[in-house]
């Protein structure tokens, strides 16, 4: 661990998560513009359960979606990292790599930064074989990030947690290969 991080990229620290997060990612969470790809928007319970499974998974794991700094500053500005999954589905389980980060970070590179840095440490620290990345087709910017980050399209599919969602249903899976 590097003082209070677990990991660093040139710009940002990635740690667990504390109970003071709440506010900062609540905040976040419940920013319609943030969430524009999901169903909905995140109450403070929902993300106060987040930020708990979080927790337990890094515990658990060694690994969840990280809080994410801003080492310059300090400033909590979301998550990037990675997640256990095992929704109903042909591809499942997996370890998925995600981001949310608060709107004022936008076009900045953090997401592309980080999720990078995060892929590094799947494969290099962890040693886990493959990542994978899902996103609704809507999502051109997650999706695109995906790209930069060297991830290869597999397909699309219909996701089954949104099913109900016309807007949202189809997703594109991207998946990274460890070279080790």
């Known amino acids: 661990m590097i003082g209070k991080y677990l ?19 609540a905040a976040i969470s419940s920013d319609k513009e943030v969430m524009r790809f999901f169903p909905a928007t995140k109450t403070k319970a929902q993300t106060a359960s987040f930020i708990a499974t ?5 515990e658990k794991s060694g690994f969840c979606y990280f809080a994410v700094e801003i080492l310059e500053t300090g400033e909590m500005i979301g998550f990037i990292g990675l997640s256990a999954q095992d929704y109903e589905c042909e591809f499942t389980p997996f370890v998925d790599i995600g981001w949310r980060l608060a709107k004022h970070t936008w076009n900045k590179g953090y997401a592309t930064e980080g999720a990078k840095r995060c892929l590094s440490y799947a494969h290099e620290t962890l040693k886990l074989k493959e990542i ?17 980050i060297g991830m290869t399209k597999v397909g699309t599919f219909e996701h089954p947690l949104l099913l109900n969602d016309e807007r949202l249903k189809m997703c594109v899976l991207y998946c990274k290969k460890s070279k080790l």
Do not use: C
């Open 7 to 25: 990991f660093k990229s040139e710009r940002l620290g990635f740690r667990n998560w504390l109970d003071t997060d709440l506010h900062k990612m």
């Open 54 to 58: 979080m927790q337990a998974e890094y």
């Open 132 to 148: 994978y990345a899902v996103t609704p087709m809507l999502n051109k910017k997650s999706e695109r990030i995906m790209q930069k």
